[in-house]
């Protein structure tokens, strides 16, 4: 059965930095693709980053590219999602994705939560001004 897990959420203030993780159970990281994803109140979830085992190609959306970092240790079966020089519009909860698919589907530079098969709870992540 599979399980995606995200912690490391927290409240923090411009510019500051944080890193979540997101523990996978049910399926090995060298077999899938894990990407994450935010989502605020009353706005359509949105795909960040995601790490293909194909290559192991990043996707980056606009918004996060040359701040956010994303990397897997295969071993402990984790996904990290580094995070920094943050703003107040980084506000939201952040989810962790796979499509069950070894590649990321990204149509037209967008990485879209329909493409996902499965998905954990979310952490809350706060960027204070």
């Known amino acids: 059965q599979v399980h995606l897990v995200e912690s490391g959420g927290d409240l923090v203030e411009t510019g500051g930095s944080l890193r979540l993780s997101c523990e996978v159970s049910?399926?090995?990281?060298?077999?899938?693709?894990v990407g994450w994803f935010r989502q605020v109140p009353g706005k359509k979830r949105e795909g960040i980053a995601c790490?293909?085992?194909?290559?192991?190609?990043?996707f980056y959306a606009e918004s996060v590219k040359g701040r956010f970092t994303i990397s897997r240790d295969n071993a402990k079966d984790i996904v990290y999602l580094q995070l920094n020089n943050l703003r107040p519009d980084d506000t939201g909860v952040y989810y962790c994705?796979?499509?069950?698919?070894?590649?990321?589907?990204?149509?037209?530079?967008?990485?879209?939560?329909?493409?996902?098969?499965?998905w954990g709870e979310g952490t809350q992540v706060t960027v204070s001004s």
């Open positions: 994705e796979t499509p069950h698919t070894r590649g990321c589907t990204v149509v037209r530079n967008t990485l879209f939560h329909e493409a996902m098969a499965y």
């Open positions: 049910g399926f090995s990281l060298n077999d899938y693709a």
């Open positions: 790490l293909s085992t194909r290559f192991g190609t990043t």
